[in-house]
C-alpha cells in the first residue's frame, strides 16, 4: 500500500498540513520542522500523487517537448535529460518530432485541442520566424531551445554558436593546420545553425590573419553522416585537399572520418577533425572525436525550471540563457597517446 501524507505527519509529529506545505515546496514552513518531515518522507518511502495533484490544480502532469529529429543522437540524449528533470518535479514527458517541418511546426505551436493536453512545451523549431512564435494565440508556456527565432516574449536557451565555432576553429589553427575546412553551411535562411557556425569559422581565420577560402566551406542540406560524408568526398578532391576540418556536428564529423580513412588517409596526422555536440557516439569512434560539448543537463534543468516557474504565475521579463559549453579535445586532433 502506498504510504499516506497522515502516516508522515505521525511519524514527524506534525499535521497533515504541514505534510503538505512540505512536500509541495511552500516557504511557510521552518527549517528544523521542514527538516524533521523530510526525514519522515525518505524513510517511509512517501511519494507524492502526482494525479490528485494535478486533478486540484487543473494541470494535466503533461509537458510536450517537440524536436526536429528524434533519430540524431544530440536530440535523444537532450531528451533523457528533459525527461529526468521533469520527473524530478513530478512531470511526464511527451515527444514530438516535426522534421523542421514549418507547417507542422506551427500547428504544434498554435491553439487547438491539442493544446490542452500539455500544460508547457519546451520547443526547438528550425522552420518558424518571429512572426510565427511572437503573435501565436495559444496561452500555453513556451521555452524555446536552438537559435534565436524571436525578438523578445519567450523564455529561451541558446547556445553561443559563433564563440564555440570560434574556439573549434582556433584549435585547429593553433596545433598549426594551415588550409582548415569546415562542413555544415547552411544556405537557408531559417536554419541558423551552420550560418551562426559558419561566422565563428571565419572570425577565428581572421583573427589568426588566415584568409578565408570559400572552397574549403562547403555547405550541406542536412547534419547527418551521409552529408559529412558526401562533403569530404569533394574537399578530398580538390587540388590542394584541407589539413583539417571543422564539421557542425558530431555526425557530421563520423561521415568526413568514414570518408577520410575510406581513402587510406589517416586521422589526425594527414588531417585533423572536430565535431560539434560531443554524442557518446564520438567518444567511442576509432580516433575518438574532438568536439565542441554543450552542457545538456544544464540545458535541460533550465528549460524545465523556467517552464514550472511560467506554470506557477512568473510573469517576469522572458529569461535570455547561453548555456555552458567547453572542447572536448581527444584522438581526432591530437592522435592516441604512446
Known amino acids: 500500500m502506498p504510504v499516506t501524507l497522515r502516516e508522515v505527519a505521525e511519524r514527524a509529529g506534525v499535521s497533515i498540513r504541514t505534510v503538505s506545505n512540505v512536500v509541495n515546496d511552500f516557504h511557510q514552513v521552518a527549517p528544523a ?6 526525514r519522515a518522507v525518505d524513510e517511509l518511502g512517501y ?3 502526482t494525479a490528485a495533484r494535478n486533478l486540484r490544480s487543473g494541470r494535466s502532469g503533461l509537458i510536450a517537448l517537440v524536436l526536429p529529429e528524434l533519430d540524431v543522437p544530440y536530440f535523444a540524449e537532450l531528451t533523457r535529460a528533459v525527461i529526468e528533470q521533469a520527473a524530478a518535479a513530478g512531470y511526464t514527458v511527451v515527444v514530438d518530432q516535426t522534421d523542421g517541418d514549418p507547417v507542422r511546426e506551427r500547428e504544434l505551436v498554435m491553439r487547438g485541442s491539442r493544446a490542452a493536453m500539455f500544460d508547457g512545451m519546451i520547443f526547438n523549431p528550425l522552420a518558424l520566424g518571429d512572426g510565427d512564435l511572437r503573435d501565436r494565440p495559444s496561452s500555453t508556456p513556451v521555452v524555446l531551445l536552438g537559435e534565436r527565432v524571436v525578438h523578445g516574449g519567450l523564455d529561451h536557451i541558446m547556445i553561443d554558436n559563433v564563440g564555440a565555432a570560434e574556439l573549434a576553429t582556433r584549435h585547429l589553427i593553433d596545433l598549426g593546420r594551415r588550409r582548415i575546412a569546415a562542413i555544415g553551411d547552411q544556405i537557408d535562411e531559417t536554419r541558423q545553425t551552420g550560418r ?7 572570425a577565428a581565420l581572421r583573427s589568426a590573419s588566415r584568409k578565408v577560402i570559400k572552397e574549403l566551406i562547403r555547405p550541406t542540406e542536412f547534419f547527418h553522416r551521409a552529408d559529412g560524408a558526401a562533403a569530404m568526398a569533394d ?3 580538390l587540388p590542394e585537399p584541407p589539413d583539417a576540418v571543422f564539421c557542425y556536428n558530431d555526425l557530421l564529423a563520423l561521415g568526413a572520418l568514414r570518408t577520410i580513412l575510406g581513402r587510406g588517409l589517416r586521422v589526425p596526422e594527414d588531417i585533423a577533425l572536430v565535431g560539434f555536440d560531443d554524442i557518446e557516439d564520438g567518444r567511442y569512434s576509432t580516433p575518438s572525436l574532438t568536439t565542441i560539448s554543450p552542457n545538456k543537463n544544464e540545458i535541460a534543468k533550465n528549460a524545465v525550471q523556467l517552464l514550472l516557474n511560467r506554470l506557477d504565475g512568473d510573469s517576469s521579463v522572458p529569461a535570455e540563457i547561453s548555456a555552458e559549453y567547453t572542447l572536448e579535445i581527444r584522438e581526432s586532433t591530437l592522435g592516441r597517446p604512446m
Open 47 to 49: 511519494r507524492p500523487n
Open 33 to 38: 520542522t521542514r527538516a524533521r518531515v523530510q
Open 235 to 237: 574537399l578530398l578532391a
Open 196 to 202: 551562426l557556425r559558419t561566422l565563428g569559422y571565419r
